[in-house]
């Protein structure tokens, strides 16, 4: 037996020795047309959404499904559009083994390579990450259905009908009692240019989040717009393919060197967030998203080790266009600049009407700018645009009445940061947001059904001895 078959053995024991209270206690529902009604879909099994499902399964919740349009293996962004060789987190970080020790990383690095490698390792690469993450999966079976695009969410009745699509064109409706949107980075609203990049030939510019043909870009000239760590990984890959030059490109004076992150990694901020009034939330999380996220040293090292790399501090893009005999002029405060290729590292834009399983309920969806009104010196449009979501992380309503079933919707990604801090995107801090989600996922499906419950309190009969006398020995 392999060492990584013995550790999946021995993950499996370690959760059937801790599974008590082992008992299913969610009354099944059925839909208008017989159809079993799930209890949680959770759109996403990248990191997060495994998480979820497999915290899920721990409450004893188990009608659960997981679907994500990826194919198997592809979840999340770790072999598609992340392109930095290693995680930016330290490696002892753990979060979705949901504190079992023989699920998380170090666990299945030592299974895999040994305990001296793990030992020497600096950072987790990002394949093995991956491979990671489906061992996971497989190892506590979360009922995960890949190729699956979820186009629509709407009512139905008590439930949600969430409309799927698979690869090959079928449509299909599930209904679930609650869903959870563990959607990625863009999952409230799209990869963000400015417009005049966007507005440019196809051929001419990408996103860091597009997929981009390097291997095309070897002797041009690349210019990146962004000074953050996925700006820094793209050039870095632009430069290995052999592009003769890579100019960066940072609207401050100076790149951001400080990691807020690192610093909120601490039990008190990552539970308790959430806890502190609106004024407190917004002051915290504005600091921490203005600052933005660092870069690892071996990031910039990976750029700074070419010749051809070249930073541009205080130049910010202000307009651009496509030059006759090819390739694009981007005007910036120090003059215009030619270049082959443009690539944005520019984040994303909130805008839940950009999303389709949204449509029926975007206008709607309550947002930071509907519920606080920060002092001016605090006002930030971008930041009032994430939205508003409750203690389990449901959407609330802009408008009270017209769209009262998306509190029935949680989600669970990087537009979760205004209200809750890191959770539904950061490795950080899975081991405190999973489980509050969680908890109040349980807490709704209970308090729905606490009528059943009290029925089914009352009909207990199941007497735990009798009154006989013990047969003489």
């Keep these: 037996m392999d060492s990584l078959t013995t550790l999946t053995a021995r993950a499996r024991d370690d959760l059937a020795r801790i599974a008590h209270p082992a ?11 017989g159809q079993k009604v799930l209890d949680v879909l959770v759109v996403g099994a ?13 409450a004893q919740v188990r009608n659960i499904l997981l679907v994500d349009q990826a194919e198997r293996g592809l979840e999340g962004p770790w072999l598609t559009y992340a392109r930095m060789p290693t995680l930016r987190s330290p490696k002892d970080y753990t979060g979705p083994d949901l504190d079992i020790p023989s699920l998380t990383y170090q666990s299945w690095h030592e299974a895999r390579y040994g305990t001296a490698h793990w030992q020497a390792l600096d950072r987790i690469p990002r394949a093995d990450w991956a491979a990671y993450l489906l061992w996971l999966r497989d190892t506590v079976q979360v009922p995960v259905r890949n190729d699956t695009r979820v186009t629509g969410i709407v009512p139905e009745g008590a439930f949600l009908a969430v409309r799927l699509q698979q690869a090959d064109g079928t449509c299909s409706t599930r209904l679930a009692r609650r869903v959870v949107l563990a ?5 409230l609203g799209r990869w963000a240019m400015p417009p005049f990049i966007e507005a440019l030939p196809a051929a001419l510019r990408a996103h860091t989040a597009d997929a981009i043909d390097f291997a095309a870009l070897r002797g041009k000239c690349v210019a990146v717009l962004g000074a953050g760590a996925s700006a820094l990984d793209n050039a870095a890959m632009a430069l290995e393919a052999g592009a003769a030059e890579v100019h960066l490109f940072c609207r401050r004076a100076e790149p951001q060197l400080v990691q807020p992150y690192l610093w909120l990694t601490f039990a008190g901020f990552l539970r308790h967030l959430s806890d502190l009034d609106d004024a407190w939330r917004w002051r915290m999380m504005r600091y921490i998203l203005g600052l933005r996220e660092g870069f690892p040293q071996p990031t910039w090292d990976r750029c700074a080790r070419h010749e051809g790399f070249v930073l541009h501090t205080g130049a910010p893009w202000q307009d651009a266009r496509a030059l006759p005999g090819g390739g694009v002029e981007i005007d910036t405060p120090q003059g215009p600049f030619q270049a082959d290729f443009a690539i944005c590292g520019t984040g994303i834009d909130i805008d839940p009407a950009g999303r389709p399983e949204l449509a029926a309920c975007a206008g709607n969806i309550a947002s930071w700018a509907d519920r606080y009104a920060p002092p001016e010196a605090e006002r930030d449009d971008r930041l009032g645009r994430f939205p508003y979501l409750g203690p389990d992380y449901a959407l609330q309503e802009k408008r009270a009445g017209e769209t009262p079933w998306i509190g029935r919707l ?9 209200s809750f801090g890191a959770s539904g995107s950061s490795i950080n801090a899975m081991t405190t947001a999973v489980p509050k989600l969680v908890s109040g996922l349980t807490r709704a499906l209970f308090t729905e059904d606490v009528e059943q419950h009290w029925a089914a309190l009352q009909a207990w009969n199941q007497p735990q001895a009798m009154l006989r006398r013990p047969v003489p020995a």
């Design 183 to 187: 959607t990625g980075q863009d999952s």
């Design 410 to 418: 949680h989600l669970f990604s990087i537009a979760s940061t205004m």
């Design 46 to 58: 990248g990191q997060c959404g495994l998480a979820t499902g497999f915290g899920l399964m721990r």
């Design 23 to 33: 008992r299913p206690w969610v009354p099944p529902r059925q839909g208008p047309d």
